[in-house]
């Protein structure tokens, strides 16, 4: 028996709450029949135009915050690409066909992105209930709200100030956390007479940044080690776990016999660090004498090798669990893939190519396509431009280590 065909176009507008759906640019794209009759609009003083010049604040009282709460909601759901629900805000509204005047209204807001594939926000659903009878409560005479009323109402401002007291610390927090991160990761470098673009990209959330490293070393030889690597966490814990991870990778690829034992020694040392279990990471060391690159990945996305005549090859023979994933030691395995000259080798955190409800394959297959098409390009634009076009224009929702070698 087949499913019947739902009109979703007519659930929207039969749907008993108020809703608004906007554009990332706050434009009212649409509006369902309660919100409409709640705020004594037509469709067309709606549709089409933005958000805060049909619902603007009153000019007339200095303490309006609504349209500046309500901006600051819908910037962070288009940074982050997750729901934000706002405290119960005063958004008075301008009477219909009364220019000027207001009337006081009271509304409990929810606003919920729309994403498209790659996970970028299309659509905001801005859904309000109004509670202003609730809050107002006139029993003891004209402009008293009511025990109840003026309660709820102060309890909601406190939530509110609690929660921009969170923000700023957070974003102190973050702050911090991209100062010890600069000091930590290495800046671009020669390595020998080889030139690596790197780039990292902290996430759009101030809670989500700074478990992404990379790294990059000479060898003897006209030899070079490149690993990026992805620790669980985030915030000021990730980040010293981040640091000790990759100077501890460092010194070991220095004395190990390839890039699995260098990871083998990595992984044992990780058991010791609290927090550092299930890193990911990947390394490879590329030998020009021979033009060869020896790899081994702990559970990390493969590295791509973009071949001169345009084809990418997804370094992915050689790929074992996380670091302290196994309750048991096992040696890690190792692959070798040869390379002509000219190509170019691509290693990258998760940030760069995984979208939310997407399959991984997707994200891979845009990264071979980009890599193709710039594959012209220096190390240096190459870099910027898989960047611009792999991120979510929004912002990236997990922080993203990028590191590019001509070979």
């Not at 940044?209 to 985030?234: I, P």
């Not at 090798?305 to 196994?326: E, F, I, K």
């Not at 396509?369 to 870099?383: K, S, Y």
Request: proline content about 6%.
């Amino acid at each position: 028996m087949s499913e019947p065909a739902i009109d979703y176009e007519a659930v929207f507008q039969a749907l008993p709450g108020s809703v608004l759906l906007l554009t990332p640019q706050f434009v009212i794209a649409d509006a369902n029949e309660a919100l409409l009759r709640r705020a004594g609009r037509e469709r067309r003083e709606v549709i089409g135009r933005l958000l805060f010049d049909v619902f603007p604040d009153n000019p007339d009282d200095p303490a309006a915050t609504g349209t500046r709460n309500l901006r600051a909601s819908l910037e962070r759901v288009v940074a982050t690409g997750a729901r934000d629900t706002m405290a119960l805000q005063r958004y008075d509204v301008e009477m219909p066909g009364r220019p000027g005047e207001f009337e006081e209204r009271y509304w409990s807001p929810v606003n919920a992105p729309v994403l498209d594939a790659e996970g970028r926000v299309r659509l905001i659903v801005h859904r309000v209930e109004e509670v202003t009878e609730v809050v107002r409560a006139e029993t003891e005479g004209e402009g008293y709200r009511g025990r109840l009323g003026a309660e709820l109402f102060a309890r909601a401002q406190e939530l509110q100030e609690v929660n921009e007291d969170l923000r700023a610390s957070h974003a102190h927090e973050r702050q911090v956390v991209l100062t010890l991160q600069e000091a930590m990761l290495p800046a671009p470098q020669t390595v020998g007479h080889h030139r690596a673009a790197v780039r990292y990209r902290p996430a759009v959330s101030a809670l989500n940044v700074c478990g992404d490293w990379y790294d990059l070393a000479e060898l003897s030889g006209d030899r070079m080690a490149v690993a990026v690597g992805d620790v669980v966490g985030h915030g000021l814990d990730a980040a010293c776990v981040m640091g000790q991870l990759r100077s501890a990778l460092s010194a070991a690829t220095r004395v190990a016999a390839g890039p699995a034992q260098a990871l083998d020694v990595l992984g044992v040392y990780a058991r010791s660090v609290d927090g550092a279990e299930s890193t990911t990471a990947v390394q490879a060391i590329i030998d020009w004498t021979t033009r060869t690159i020896a790899y081994s990945s702990a559970g990390h996305p493969p590295p791509a090798l973009l071949h001169p005549d345009g084809a990418v090859q997804l370094l992915d023979q050689a790929t074992d669990p996380p670091l302290g994933a196994r309750p048991e030691h096992m040696a890690r395995p190792e692959a070798r893939v040869a390379f002509a000259e000219d190509a170019v080798l691509v290693l990258y955190t998760d940030g760069l190519i995984e979208r939310r409800r997407e399959d991984i394959d997707v994200g891979l297959g845009r990264l071979a396509d980009a890599l193709t098409r710039h594959r012209g390009a220096d190390v240096e634009a190459l870099a910027d431009a898989l960047l611009a076009e792999l991120l979510p224009s929004g912002g990236a929702t997990d922080d993203t280590a990028l590191v590019v070698i001509r070979l």
